[in-house]
């Protein structure tokens, strides 16, 4: 028997992050209540779900924003090491568990030029390769070897985020869609085993929307970094996802596959704001509008 939540195939599973009893409680707000999830190595998983669902606050959960209420969140790395994010500060899990995050609203360096945005977000390496020391930085072989791998780094990234000619340019410069990319390439060049990225798409237009969703695509495809992702536009999220999970008021209501959940009417009624049962006949009565419309031309 095939079970109401669909899951993508047990069979290869080989979940990087899984998330148990997840909730958080914010006053007498119940945000997220016993959500339970996980994301596939190497795949795209979306979170979505109507205004105030609960998305942000399951991604500030993953990545340390938030201690959880209650509930359980394992990040297994490749080479098997496992860690348990809602034990860890927020430093931790980006540079020991390897999680990176972007915002909403977009944080880079603005009056950086695109390449030092990229390398201050390898300054972890850096510092570690020079030993914590100024001569260190002056003079450790290992320190001039970090500093051009840090460069070459950063050079991958700009070609991939479709960037390399602005690389001198102020990042505050770019067009907003150009500076999405530049978080998202920076974020890649901490090297992180998965990404969080939260509404990537918000405020594209449709050519920067394509470009956003060539550069997620070549990550899942050459870096094998699996991708945690949160966005409104379903476009985006249809096209490039591997698998979705559905949030309404804090609960999971659907979570497969994206030809699964978009035809799944529990997802259907949460969209458009009706009762389970009424949206059979919402759907008629749109089929029916639509067909009116359609006939008039
Ligand atoms: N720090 C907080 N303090 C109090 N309430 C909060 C806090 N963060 C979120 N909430 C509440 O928790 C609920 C879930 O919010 P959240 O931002 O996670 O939803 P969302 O699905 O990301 O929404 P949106 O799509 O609008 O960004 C909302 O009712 C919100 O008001």
Redesign the pocket.
């Known amino acids: 028997m095939v079970s109401e939540t669909m899951t993508t195939n047990t069979m290869t599973a080989d979940p990087i992050l899984k998330v148990e009893h997840l909730s958080m409680r914010?006053?007498g707000?119940m945000?997220i209540n016993d959500f339970s999830f996980e994301a596939q190595r190497g795949e795209i998983t979306a979170l979505i779900?109507p205004?105030?669902?609960?998305?942000?606050?399951?991604f500030n959960c993953v990545t340390g924003f938030y201690k959880p209420t209650m509930g359980m969140i394992t990040m297994r790395q490749k080479g098997g090491r496992e860690f348990l994010l809602e034990r860890l500060n927020d430093f931790e899990i980006t540079r020991d568990a390897k999680v990176a995050r972007t915002f909403?609203n977009i944080r880079l360096f603005s009056g950086l030029t695109v390449l030092e945005n990229l390398l201050v977000a390898q300054h972890n390496t850096l510092m570690k390769a020079s030993g914590y020391t100024v001569l260190g930085l002056l003079g450790l072989p290992g320190y001039k070897k970090a500093a051009a791998e840090s460069i070459e780094v950063a050079r991958h990234w700009l070609e991939k985020a479709d960037l390399i000619e602005r690389a001198d340019d102020p990042a505050g410069d770019l067009p907003y869609g150009a500076q999405r990319r530049l978080e998202i390439a920076r974020a890649m060049c901490t090297g992180p085993e998965v990404l969080c990225l939260d509404e990537p798409a918000a405020g594209l237009n449709p050519r920067e929307s394509l470009a956003l969703n060539e550069l997620l695509r070549s990550i899942r495809k050459e870096s094998g970094t699996s991708i945690l992702l949160?966005e409104?536009d379903m476009s985006v999220v249809m096209e490039i996802s591997d698998h979705v999970v559905v949030?309404e008021y804090?609960q999971k209501i659907s979570d497969g596959t994206p030809d699964h959940v978009k035809n799944d009417p529990k997802v259907i009624a949460a969209y458009l704001g009706v009762e389970d049962d009424e949206v059979e006949e919402v759907i008629e009565e749109i089929e029916e509008i639509e067909g009116t419309v359609g006939g008039t031309h």
């Not at 205004?51 to 399951?58: C, L, S």
């Open positions: 914010f006053g707000l945000a779900g205004n105030g669902a609960g998305k942000t606050t399951v909403q949160i409104h949030l804090g």
